[in-house]
């Protein structure tokens, strides 16, 4: 499976953005997809995930302000992110997980930075 992630970039804070992460591959196998980030020296954390069934996890810092969506034709997920805030500027990394396999797949970061 391979991931190519696209979107990100600089807004000020209250602004949107929003990833896309299209999945190629042995997409069958995907379970899971959704998003960690990531800042240089601090651990990589769940911002959310979709499984195919369309069920969701969000980390609670984004709960209400990112919504991750799933398009299982087009084997893409979509993270759009609306009134950013700065904490949330990381680099961003689309992941997708074969449960029953137990492996995971990463697309390449991107950063995303919230600032005035």
């Known amino acids: 499976v391979q991931l190519q992630a696209s979107g990100g970039g600089s807004v000020q804070p209250g602004g949107s953005l929003r990833l896309s992460c299209a999945a190629s591959g042995s997409t069958f196998s995907i379970d899971l997809m959704g998003w960690y980030r990531q800042t240089p020296g601090e651990q990589r954390e769940l911002v959310a995930h979709v499984n195919r069934g369309g069920i969701t996890t969000y980390l609670d810092a984004v709960k209400g302000r990112f919504t991750i969506s799933r398009d299982n034709a087009k084997n893409t997920v979509y993270l759009q992110m609306n009134n950013l805030k700065p904490d949330d500027t990381h680099v961003y990394y689309c992941?997708?997980?074969?449960?029953?396999?137990?492996?995971?797949?990463w697309g390449q970061g991107t950063q995303v930075t919230v600032s005035s």
């Open positions: 992941y997708a997980r074969n449960m029953m396999a137990g492996r995971t797949y």
